[in-house]
């Protein structure tokens, strides 16, 4: 007996980005404030970073409901009924549970069940590699809508203190649909990972030294409990990085790697509208920018000013922005690279919706 051929669903030609939705937290936290917990200046953090003002979740608000707001805007504007997504694709390092995904309880709370629903944990390239698997998924015919989030609530992973990164982070979502397309909204994507350079951006300790820790407290008593819970305490998992290693492999390998992102795609400079680059700092988005040697017509995303570095957000956040501030764009081609702890990135051109 013959063995039967599968059956397969039917195909679409491209996929694209048919809407696009934000959310950015209440609380704005200034360089000043920022300075009441490091030794350092206004314009010392202006000078490094280009960032002024970073936004905060309050303590209330967690990093689903802030994925909610921006999925149900991209939803609205895609012009689609929550029913329609057929898989829900978030970027986050920040959600408090290993298990189970921030996604399945997104896609209960956006009335998308039973979509298929996933995290990603790929950091600040997260959103990139959302993008470049909901194309996949749409191309192939196992889902007409994607949603694609990247979310993150920082300043719950975050020592104030701490001087190498807490000052550059700040909160916040944004989320596109993707869609079926006549013709190619998204290219290939250029990603990859350098894990010889695992530990250059990380956490302070594992779980696992908060639970042998906790072990060893739990036998001791009275003076040494005391001293043993504070301790504890100083123990739990934060970020840090090795700042001018992560600067340098930025500025000399994403280069590299956003050329290659528009040889993929077919396409020159020239050909582009804008460049939207993981906002870590701006003088790294500068340094990008010029060895792209990209034109005076593309816009070039810029919201870490205002918005500091929100991880796997901060792409659809600053596209969200540009969009607003240039509606023209809607239509043109945009470059889009980020680059993050993994080492992880991911590059790839899409059509603006």
């Known amino acids: ?10 195909t679409h030609a491209g996929s694209t980005i048919v809407g696009i939705g934000a959310y950015r937290p209440s609380v704005i936290v200034t360089n000043e404030d920022v300075c009441q917990w490091i030794d350092s200046s206004d314009e010392w953090i202006q000078q490094r970073t280009g960032i002024i003002t970073r936004h905060r979740a309050p303590r209330e608000v967690s990093v689903v409901d802030m994925a909610v707001d921006a999925g149900a805007e991209a939803i609205k504007n895609a012009g689609i009924e929550p029913s329609q997504i057929g898989a829900v694709l978030v970027s986050t390092v920040s959600h408090p549970y290993a298990t189970p995904s921030a996604a399945a309880l997104i896609a209960d709370k956006i009335g998308a069940n039973p979509a298929p629903a996933y995290d990603i944990s790929a950091a600040c390239a997260g959103y990139c590699y959302g993008v470049a698997q909901a194309d996949a998924l749409v191309r192939s015919g196992v889902a007409d809508y994607v949603l694609v989030i990247g979310a ?6 975050i020592d104030n203190h701490e001087r190498t990164i807490s000052f550059l982070l700040g909160d916040g979502a944004g989320a596109v649909v993707i869609g079926p397309s006549d013709e190619p909204g998204i290219s290939p994507a250029v990603w990859g990972s350098d894990g010889s350079k695992w530990d250059t951006i990380g956490m302070t300790s594992s779980l696992l030294d908060v639970r042998d820790f906790s072990e060893q407290a739990m036998k001791s008593d009275g ?7 504070e301790a504890h305490a100083a123990l739990w998992p934060t970020l840090r990085q090795d700042g001018q290693t992560v600067f340098r492999w930025a500025v000399w390998e994403m280069a590299k790697m956003a050329k290659k992102a528009l040889e993929v795609a077919g396409i020159t400079a020239d050909d582009l509208g804008a460049f939207v680059p993981h906002q870590a700092n701006m003088r790294i988005i500068d340094e990008l920018a010029k060895q792209l040697k990209l034109p005076e017509h593309v816009i070039i995303g810029r919201d870490i000013a205002d918005a500091g570095n929100t991880s ?27 680059f993050g702890a993994g080492l992880v990135f991911g590059a790839q051109v899409v059509r603006l919706p």
């Open 1 to 10: 007996m013959s063995t039967p051929t599968l059956k397969q669903n039917p």
């Open 152 to 157: 993150e609530k920082l300043s719950d992973v």
């Open 223 to 229: 003076v040494e409990l005391a001293a043993a819970s």
């Open 312 to 338: 796997a957000a901060s792409i659809p956040l600053a596209t969200h922005r540009l969009l607003a501030e240039n509606p023209e764009l809607s239509g043109k081609l945009s470059l889009q690279i980020g």
